[in-house]
């Protein structure tokens, strides 16, 4: 049964997440590997018997945009886990194999030196430059990469209201001239996206953008729900100045990736949308399937 998520009250949200408490059962590790329509929870960490839900989301296009850069999403970015609920307390546990979310490097356009193809050229000749640029010594990629604890609200998330997901994160700039550690944000000072399904509220001079809860799928008598065609944005957050860039001379990188990417970045000026797929399972029911 799939069903827009615009048409589900309240009422239906609440009682399609609420059981999934109920359905945890305290349960030895699994010996095996989820199956079905489960099989996407491998990593979920069901051998803590607090875990009541299990969280699969991927996400297969948007964008990330950090002052003058933007970054597509070209390539698909997984977050799994679990949901410990105590109460009204949602807690996330990180997956099984500490990957909660996957470190997919995404290719800056334009490289080092945001070098695009000239708008002249003809559409093939175009294509052909940029993979030049992109996989040639100035290329550059950006991976986003967890330094906290996700938030994941998934009431908010299927009614398109409040947050739904917050992400502390750094983005992890790599390129033979920047060398491994050059970083916009740290796990002191993260980069952190209140990503919501609903319509955002930023400061001048992004104007609000809208999300969306997506389709709804309830699969399993209501122990597996779906969302497709899922949209989390953010455009509120802020970013701090890079750092690490360069090794030994960062001294004199930093700033130069700075003025390049218009690092730090107020409030206002950025832009996370992601795009994809959510599930969200009873553990009860993911240990059962194997």
């Known amino acids: ?50 875990v009541v839900s299990c969280v699969y989301g991927l996400t297969t296009g948007g964008e990330f945009t950090i002052g003058n850069t933007s970054v597509p999403l070209t390539k698909a970015t997984t977050l799994q886990g679990g949901l410990i ?13 500490g990957e909660t979310l996957s470190k997919t490097p995404q290719t800056v356009p334009g490289g080092l ?24 010594i100035t290329g550059v990629t ?13 009431v908010n998330t299927l009614l398109g209201t409040g947050t739904a997901l917050t992400l502390p994160v750094r983005v992890h700039l790599e390129n033979l001239f920047l060398g491994s550690g050059c970083y916009v944000g740290s796990a002191s000072s ?4 209140n990503l919501t399904t609903g319509t955002t509220s930023p400061p001048a001079p992004n104007k609000p953008i809208s999300g969306s809860p997506g389709e709804l799928e309830v699969k399993d008598g209501g122990e597996l729900l ?15 100045e890079a750092q ?12 130069a990736v700075d003025a390049e990417l218009g690092l730090p970045s107020p409030a206002g000026h950025n832009t996370a949308i992601l ?11 993911v240990r059962a399937s194997e």
Do not use: W
């Not at 799939?2 to 048409?7: L, Y």
């Not at 609420?18 to 990593?43: E, H, I, R, S």
């Not at 993260?190 to 996206?193: A, D, G, S």
């Not at 795009?275 to 029911?285: K, P």
């Open 113 to 136: 030196l945001k070098i695009l193809a000239p708008k002249f050229l003809p559409g093939f000749l175009q294509e052909l430059f940029n993979e030049f640029i992109n996989k040639g």
């Open 275 to 285: 795009n994809g797929t959510q599930e969200i399972g009873s553990a009860a029911a």
């Open 142 to 154: 950006a991976t986003t990469e967890l330094v906290g604890k996700p938030v994941l609200n998934p």
């Open 1 to 50: 049964m799939v069903e827009k998520c615009g048409r589900v009250p309240a009422r239906l949200a609440a009682a399609a997440i609420v059981p999934l408490a109920m359905l945890a059962l305290a349960a030895p590790a699994m010996a095996g590997k989820p199956t079905g329509d489960y099989a996407n929870f491998t990593q979920c960490p069901v051998g803590n018997s607090e």
């Open 244 to 255: 690490g860039c360069g090794g030994l001379f960062s001294f004199l990188i930093d700033p």
């Open 85 to 97: 609920e105590k109460g009204s307390e949602i807690t996330f546990a990180e997956a099984a194999n």
């Open 190 to 193: 993260p980069v952190t996206v």
């Open 226 to 240: 779906i969302l497709h065609k899922n949209s989390l944005v953010d455009n509120s957050f802020a970013a701090p």
